[in-house]
Nanobody, 125 residues
Framework: QVELVESGGGLVQAGGSLRLSCAAS????????MGWFRQAPGKEREFVAA????????VTADSVKRRFTISRDDAKNTMYLQMNSLRPENTAVYSC??????????????????WGQGTQVTVSS
């Protein structure tokens, strides 16, 4: 069983930065690939970034590449999303997800079995 809790969302002006955290419970965190997804009002949920378990290979969506960085600290059972140069179109609910016990990263939401409740990120112009 993996439980995920996001934090770090909020209101920020365009050009600003936020760091999201995803704290995980459970002993499978270190071997689990993790991901960030987001959903804006009226839009489909979309992939943002993912990181593999055991090795930390990462992949980031083209729309946020060079601005967003995913990382993990296995000693703290926590994953992060550093978001720089934020834009109003980045406004969304950001959710973290885990592939319980599966280290291979994925960019498709259906491949993740555990989800957090989401944290709101609002970027004002």
């Amino acid at each position: 069983q993996v439980e995920l809790v996001e934090s770090g969302g909020g209101l920020v002006q365009a050009g600003g930065s936020l760091r999201l955290s995803c704290a995980a419970s459970g002993r499978t965190f270190i071997s689990s690939a993790m991901g960030w997804f987001r959903q804006a009002p009226g839009k489909e949920r979309e992939f943002v970034a993912a990181i593999s378990g055991i090795g930390g290979r990462t992949v980031t969506a083209d729309s946020v590449k060079r601005r967003f960085t995913i990382s993990r600290d296995d000693a703290k059972n926590t994953m992060y999303l550093q978001m720089n140069s934020l834009r109003p179109e980045n406004t969304a609910v950001y959710s973290c997800a885990a592939r319980r016990g599966i280290p291979v990263l994925a960019t498709t939401a259906t491949r993740y079995g555990a989800w957090g409740q989401g944290t709101q990120v609002t970027v004002s112009s």
